[in-house]
């Protein structure tokens, strides 16, 4: 099994920052592709910005230039800085891995998502 666990959402002021963090745990053997999701009520969960174990990263048009994914192998972790904040960002941020566990079994999990608002 693998647990993520985000943490850093919170209440910003439009062109503020906030930087978003998940730690993966479990019984892991490897990591491959991370990312970060968002969803508003009534929406569809949408894409933010993947990061491939190799370092490789796409972002979603509408993040692009404000937004930067970041991970550590090591420590299974992704991180999400997130500037210039608009209030249009304003959803429930979900951490996404897709990992290999110790008994071989390839599975995508999920965070249970923390909230980000960006409003005056």
């Known amino acids: 099994q693998v647990q993520l666990v985000e943490s850093g959402g919170g209440l910003v002021q439009p062109g503020g920052s906030l930087r978003l963090s998940c730690a993966a745990s479990g019984t892991i053997f490897r990591i491959f592709d991370m990312g970060w999701y968002r969803q508003d009520p009534g929406k569809q969960r949408e894409l933010v910005a993947t990061?491939?174990?190799?370092?490789?990263?796409n972002y979603a048009d509408s993040v692009k230039g404000r937004f930067t994914i970041s991970r550590d192998n090591a420590k299974n972790t992704v991180v999400l800085q997130m500037n210039s904040l608009k209030p249009e960002d304003t959803a429930v941020y979900y951490c996404n891995a897709d990992a290999l566990t110790m008994t071989g079994t390839r599975m995508s999990s999920w965070g249970q998502g923390t909230q980000v608002t960006v409003s005056s």
């Open positions: 990061i491939t174990r190799g370092g490789s990263t």
